[in-house]
């Protein structure tokens, strides 16, 4: 747990609450309850390109040694990721797969691009 600062946890709540409108449902009580440093950083970054960075990086970490995060809390930064696309707060340069920019990707990936004549 974060103890070494203090957050106004019932303010944070408020806040992504407000953000997370009809989506109430996933709020994020084990993140809350275990990490309200990373709570703040979801309700400060909430709405700018930064929280999808954020989110992946806590999903996938680049640090060796790292035992993860316990299910519940991998699930609410799983929700909250898709949350925060489905609303149109991705950037579309993060959005899709790495074929997203190809015209036909099956036939692209079997070598069999389209000419233009």
Request: aromatic share 8%; hydrophobic share 40%; net charge negative.
């Amino acid at each position: 747990m974060d103890e070494q600062e203090s957050f106004d946890v019932p303010v944070l709540r408020t806040e992504l609450l407000a953000h997370l409108g009809s989506h109430a449902d996933v709020y994020p009580v084990h993140i809350e309850q275990s990490f309200p440093r990373i709570l703040a950083r979801i309700v400060a970054l909430w709405g700018k390109p930064g929280l999808d960075d954020f989110l992946s990086s806590l999903m996938v970490s680049d640090r060796p040694g790292r035992q993860g995060f316990p299910p519940d809390v991998a699930m609410e930064i799983f929700r909250l990721s898709m949350v925060h696309g489905s609303l149109g707060l991705t950037p579309q340069q993060a959005a899709g797969t790495g074929w997203s920019g190809i015209e036909d990707a099956e036939l692209f990936k079997h070598g069999v691009a389209k000419s233009k004549h």
